[in-house]
């Protein structure tokens, strides 16, 4: 039988820089390829390997010491069935599973849901990724991925429109209203959005929303 293999941009160890696992230790596989083109996309891949198997576990049982597994990307859910096959594997080892994901793809989620652990949810707000609303789909995605611990991150730049984050909040609230709610900043080093931030965090406060302004820690650090 063929193996099946995967786009992979890289494989690493590091720490999260983002969200509320901030400064745990990781693993991290990196998938190639991304369904969207978001305009404040600070990640950027030219260069992938095809890589089967045994070669990803390989590399990933190459290091020890850190907290879970992390499937970054791109976008992971794009390589369902390689991704199916080594979370199977993973899974028999008793790894802990965190997936970074843009939200979208709900129905490749379902069929990898019992393999992941912890999922760190993009909402793709329309006015900061310049792309068209994906609410439908983030609902349909949150409600799989309530099977799990999962938290809702948004990035707010400078484009970054009120009613998105409304929206937002009204998604979280419908659907859980104990689902965390991650305020990312685009860029750490700039105070522009400061003003919305702090706007924007008051607003869930006032709405029983938990919520927290999370800058990207890799940045403030310089490393991946």
């Not at 709405?207 to 990207?216: F, L, P, T, Y």
């Amino acid at each position: 039988m063929r193996k099946i293999k995967a786009k992979i941009a890289e494989i690493f160890k590091s720490i999260q820089g983002e969200g509320i696992y901030q400064g745990v230790s990781q693993v991290f596989l990196r998938f190639y390829g991304c369904n969207l083109n978001c305009k404040f996309c600070d990640t950027h891949l030219d260069f992938y390997q095809e890589m089967d198997l045994e070669e990803v576990l390989e590399r990933i049982f190459s290091f020890d010491n850190y907290h879970s597994i992390s499937l970054t990307g791109g976008e992971p859910l794009l390589q369902l069935d390689f991704l199916e096959e080594v979370l199977c594997f993973l899974k028999t080892k008793k790894k802990i599973i965190y997936l970074e994901t843009n939200g979208i793809l709900f129905e490749n989620l379902k069929r990898i849901i019992d393999f992941v652990d912890i999922i760190a949810m993009d909402f793709k707000l329309p006015s900061s990724t310049g792309e068209r609303d994906f609410w439908r789909e983030h609902k349909k995605f949150l409600e799989i991925a309530l099977k799990k611990e999962v938290f809702v991150k948004a990035v707010v730049c400078g484009s970054t429109e009120i009613k998105d984050i409304l929206t937002s909040i009204a998604i979280i609230k419908e659907m859980a209203s104990s689902i965390f709610f991650v305020l990312q900043p685009q860029h750490p080093f700039e105070d522009t959005v400061e003003e919305k931030l702090k706007l924007y965090q008051k607003i869930c406060l006032e709405e029983g929303i938990k919520s927290k302004v999370i800058a990207q820690l890799h940045k403030f650090l310089g490393i991946k």
